[in-house]
């Protein structure tokens, strides 16, 4: 027993075992719900499920934020808020190309979220990693934020240069290599990742990977390429791992649900991009200004943030208005 709370009061790291271990036991909740209650079966998510379970997935996100406010302080809770905005809006980005992949596998509907949340599992695991990573570096190595501020600074003028860029998923590196090197059924094998065919080239049993599994990796693949913006972005705002990675996770999870209401009216966003490379060119400014002026305020970071945002938002929905979706006649 004693054994049992000195590990639950351990630092783990910056903070107590036991917040860790309650916030694992919320998303293990939320996602045990997820896909064992609510989707057991492979179906088609329409655009009122997907905004009601992303509201759920939300409000668990806000009062999580909430109790981090009473239990931590202000300041950890403006953090935590202006980490689940800055990630859940860069992650808009990741919605787009996720739909391309989807289109380009032609993954039907009653599919794409198996794919999205066994992404989900990666992402836990792989933002784990890099959060733990970038807390090491910054701890031992101060200047590292400097190189993060220099990184998003370059990263928001590239991103609005480049707003327009459409990515070229028949050209991937990845996906070629995979080809190369990887059986392959010719088509969709259900909802299965892996299926045992027999070779046509030896007659033997063999495993084959379906379009299902490309589809997943290629979302991991996505999913860590944004990471290198949006990690750096929230150790601009806070250094707190905790306060990172919960922020991080919330906001992941949340944007997952959001997807198929989201895939529907991506066009409507059209101009969110380059708000999104002027909230990265003011989080890496800040880095540079702290020894100009001081320490911006959190709720000035927060305020700004948010106000960019919303910006992006509303000059898309007015400039978007009565415009088609991809696919849809004019």
Do not use: C
């Not at 239990?71 to 905005?85: E, H, K, P, R, V």
């Amino acid at each position: 027993m004693d054994f049992f709370l000195v590990f639950l009061t351990a630092e783990f790291p910056g903070k107590p075992a036991w917040l860790w271990l309650a916030f694992a036991s919320i998303v293990i909740t939320l996602l045990a719900l997820d896909l064992g209650v609510l989707h057991k079966d492979d179906k088609a998510i329409g655009v009122q499920e997907s905004l009601l379970l992303s509201a759920g997935y939300i409000g668990a996100a806000l009062l999580f934020g909430a109790w981090v406010w009473w239990y931590l302080g202000t300041q950890s809770g403006i953090d935590y808020y202006t980490g689940f905005m800055i990630e859940k809006s860069l992650s808009m980005d990741n919605v787009f190309v996720i739909a391309l992949i989807f289109s380009f596998f032609a993954i039907p509907r009653q599919y794409q979220h198996r794919v999205l949340f066994w992404g989900i599992l990666g992402v836990i695991m792989l933002r784990a990693i890099m959060i733990g990573l970038g807390a090491t570096l910054v701890s031992q190595f101060s200047w590292v934020l400097y190189l993060f501020g220099a990184f998003l600074i370059f990263t928001g003028i590239k991103m609005w240069i480049i707003a327009d860029h459409m990515p070229d998923i028949a050209n991937n590196a990845l996906l070629k290599f995979l080809k190369q090197h990887m059986r392959l059924t010719h088509g969709l094998r259900g909802n299965a990742f892996w299926v045992r065919e027999n070779d046509p080239s030896t007659g033997k049993l063999e495993r084959f990977a379906t379009p299902l599994f490309l589809a997943l990796v290629l979302v991991e693949f996505v999913d860590l390429i944004f990471a290198v913006d949006s990690v750096p972005a929230i150790f601009a705002i806070t250094t707190d791992p905790f306060i990172v990675y919960t922020s991080n996770i919330f906001a992941i999870l949340g944007l997952r649900a959001l997807y198929f209401a989201l895939a529907a009216m991506l066009h409507r966003f059209k101009y969110l991009k380059y708000a999104l490379a002027l909230v990265l060119v003011f989080i890496g400014s800040k880095i540079f200004l702290v020894g100009l002026i001081g320490k911006i305020p959190a709720l000035i970071s927060l305020s700004v943030t948010f106000g960019l945002i919303a910006g992006g938002v509303l000059v898309s929905l007015w400039k978007t208005r009565g415009q088609p979706a991809a696919g849809e006649p004019a």
